[in-house]
């Protein structure tokens, strides 16, 4: 059984269009993250939600728009893709916002055109 | 703030050998601190975690890090590396005071190539 899983594993686009990506975690965790890695390898957080509210919200524009139906899900919808939008998306989650272990999923991989 | 610094953004090393790869963070509370390993077109893996006790902390895959407060500092280390450890190695941190809302924060990773 897959801890953390994303779909899709890959994303391609073009500019304008609004997309989604879904996050499930079976660890029964209370926090789930949103991070962006670029093209250089950089990863930096976006979002993190506890028990389904929103309690970390970095420099993100608001075409990115986090959603938790329930504390097991975390999807990312974005509006109005931009080429600069292009990245793997990791989604992860961890026991509690104490963030003493975060787990990951396999990443989406996000090309925008 | 917190920051990661990994100064090696490459390491290439023969295969049998050992391998160092450092990291410095900047902090003004106590910390967590973490290394991951991202394989080619993977998510990221935990290899070993440094929350408080024993400075020297070990991982898996043969893998360990030694926590030193003075120098700020939590470089990985391996006795003998494999072509199986060809991955992207990154150090995350996370302020350690467990007021909540806590976020890791990554190095920008180093590349650890085998030659075999």
């Known amino acids: 059984d897959t801890a953390v899983s994303q779909t899709p594993k890959y994303l391609v686009t073009q500019m304008g269009n609004d997309k989604s990506i879904k996050c499930e975690q079976n660890l029964g965790h209370d926090t789930m993250y949103w991070y962006k890695q670029d093209s250089k390898k950089f990863l930096k957080i976006m979002f993190s939600y506890n028990n389904k509210e929103l309690i970390i919200n970095e420099t993100v524009p608001n075409r990115f728009s986090p959603k938790s139906p329930d504390k097991a899900h975390l999807n990312l919808h974005i509006n109005s893709l931009e080429l600069g939008d292009s990245a793997v998306y990791f989604c992860?989650?961890?026991?509690?916002?104490?963030?003493?272990?975060?787990?990951f999923g396999q990443g989406t991989r996000l090309t925008v055109v | 703030a917190q920051s990661v610094t990994q100064l090696d953004s490459q390491v290439p090393v023969f295969e049998e050998a050992p391998v160092e790869l450092r990291c410095n963070y900047s902090s003004s509370v106590s910390v967590y601190l973490f290394w991951y390993v991202q394989y080619p077109n993977q998510g990221l893996q935990l290899l070993l975690k440094?929350?408080?006790?024993?400075?020297l902390v070990k991982g898996i895959n043969g893998f360990e890090a030694e926590f030193n407060k003075s120098q700020t500092s939590f470089h990985l280390r391996k006795p003998s590396v494999h072509i199986s450890d060809t991955a992207e190695y990154f150090c995350?941190?996370?302020?350690?005071?467990?007021?909540?809302?806590?976020?890791?924060?990554f190095g920008t990773g180093t590349r650890l190539t085998i030659i075999p």
């Open positions: 992860a989650s961890s026991q509690d916002d104490t963030n003493t272990e975060a787990f």
């Open positions: 995350a941190v996370s302020e350690g005071d467990l007021g909540g809302n806590e976020k890791l924060t």
């Open positions: 440094y929350l408080s006790g024993s400075t």
